[in-house]
């Protein structure tokens, strides 16, 4: 069992988003695919109403220091939002017990694939609970290491209210997972990492939980785990401490027993891309495949949106939600335009892909509202595998700041624009950080959406 200590890693500034400038063949030359033998299979584990492709960047900075594509598996649950009440159905939501259940399979499936006793398990907020649940319920001898990356270990909230979440740490299921001698399970290294002060879920106040003034009875400490090497990230949000290079570099170090080679991601010669479309019945964000969705995908220019050519890719779903797979170059930015049975047609702007991925998925942007009847086009800017913090980060779209994004503690993963008619037809500029994307207006009066998706 490790022992508890807290380190505290200063400065949180972004690291630069720059690709390696090596290719592929300098690559193989200077790091044996041999280096990654010895590091277990990974299984990355994602969070509340998330899906596996937030994982895509860690994977390709695993691949990057020589842990091969198919030693890494990352989940997709069915239902990735958590009932109200855990004892309770509710319709496309899950209980601790369906993901327990459909995360020991993914294990079994990942020890299968490629023969190795054990695996190391990276869970990203609500994932982590899911890990602790396979490992304290008899998976221990499955899992040589887990890191639990900003899960909130005792509760959102700690209080007499709503007993049976599995978001309280008063609650049954939290109590189960830290009553005992210690609050990790004897025979697997956890690790975990979590913010200094920037995690809108390890808040004292209840504020970013619909209670403002309301005391949560949880703190900033609230990821800690008694018997655990606990991190300290400095001013990364919620989802940062899962997906931020730094993040990376501390879960390839635990995992590995060394540190990275690089943390930059090595651009691949040739890109092939692939994914699932998914749908919200309901209302609800659930990862179950949409059957009749066409997929078309375009190279654009950088700097204007403009299209270069016909589509370099169309397909259209089957029952499994699957599209692809595309072929394109690492240099390319591209618009991924998505034809979604009930749905605005969403246009899809991304920065070039690096590296190959079958984790490329795709869901319509939501419906068009009250609050879009008078526009003449709407842009989303998105930023899944993290929120916008002001003053701490640079975001802007359109050259402004956007005002629908608070300041402060990091709570906002999307901002939205919306247009006169007059506009449509012009581009517009979507910056975070480095990360730079340009996405063209398209009318709202044909049910169209244009959505600018940051990759890092």
């Avoid at 975070?432 to 959406?449: C, H, K, Q």
Wanted: net charge neutral; proline share 7%.
């Amino acid at each position: 069992m490790k022992l508890s200590r807290r380190t505290i890693l200063l400065g949180a500034g972004t690291l630069p988003f720059a690709l390696a400038s090596v290719r592929m063949d300098a690559f193989a030359q200077t790091t044996p695919a041999a280096q990654g033998a010895e590091v277990p299979p990974i299984l990355f584990v994602h969070g509340n109403g998330d899906y596996d492709a937030l994982w895509m960047t860690t994977m390709w900075r695993m691949e990057s220091n020589g842990i091969a594509r198919d030693r890494m598996l990352a989940i997709n649950f069915t239902d990735p939002l958590a009932r109200s009440d855990d004892k309770v159905e509710q319709a496309n939501r899950s209980s601790t017990e369906d993901q327990r259940r459909e995360l020991t399979a993914a294990i079994a499936e990942l020890k299968r694939r490629t023969g190795a006793a054990r695996v190391a398990l990276v869970g990203s907020s609500r994932g982590g609970y899911a890990i602790r649940n396979v490992i304290r319920n008899g998976g221990v001898a499955d899992v040589s290491h887990a890191v639990l990356c900003g899960t909130p270990n005792h509760g959102v909230f700690a209080t007499d209210d709503q007993p049976n979440s599995e978001f309280n740490g008063r609650g049954a299921f939290l109590r189960g997972l830290n009553g005992g001698e210690s609050e990790v399970t004897p025979g697997t290294a956890f690790l975990t990492l979590r913010s200094d002060g920037m995690d809108k879920y390890a808040r004292a106040d209840g504020r970013f939980i619909g209670k403002p003034g309301t005391p949560t009875g949880v703190t900033t400490e609230g990821p800690e785990l008694q018997g655990a090497t606990n991190l300290v990230l400095g001013a990364l949000d919620h989802r940062e401490v899962a997906f931020h290079p730094r993040a990376f570099r501390e879960i390839y170090k635990f995992i590995a027993g060394r540190e990275p080679a690089r943390i930059a991601i090595v651009p691949e010669p040739s890109v092939r891309l692939s994914g699932l479309v998914t749908g919200t019945p309901g209302g609800v964000s659930t990862n179950r495949p949409v059957a009749g969705a066409t997929v078309d995908i375009f190279r654009v220019d950088p700097d204007t949106g403009e299209r270069k050519g016909n589509a370099v890719h169309s397909s259209k779903t089957g029952g499994d939600g699957r599209w692809g797979p595309a072929q394109v170059e690492s240099s390319w930015s591209l618009e991924f335009v998505l034809v979604s049975p009930d749905a605005p047609t969403t246009h899809i702007y991304r920065s070039p892909f690096p590296r190959s991925s079958d984790v490329v998925h795709l869901r319509a942007a939501r419906p068009l509202g009250p609050a879009d009847k008078d526009a003449g086009a709407v842009v989303i800017m998105s930023r899944p595998r993290g929120y916008f913090g002001l003053p701490r980060d640079v975001v802007l779209l359109d050259g402004k700041e956007p005002a629908d994004v608070k300041p402060g503690v990091p709570t906002d993963s999307a901002a939205t624009l919306r247009l006169p008619a007059s506009e449509i037809g012009r581009n517009i500029v979507a910056q975070f950080g480095e990360e730079r994307i340009v996405a063209r207006l398209w009318p709202a009066s044909e049910n169209r959406i244009a959505v600018a998706e940051l990759t890092y």
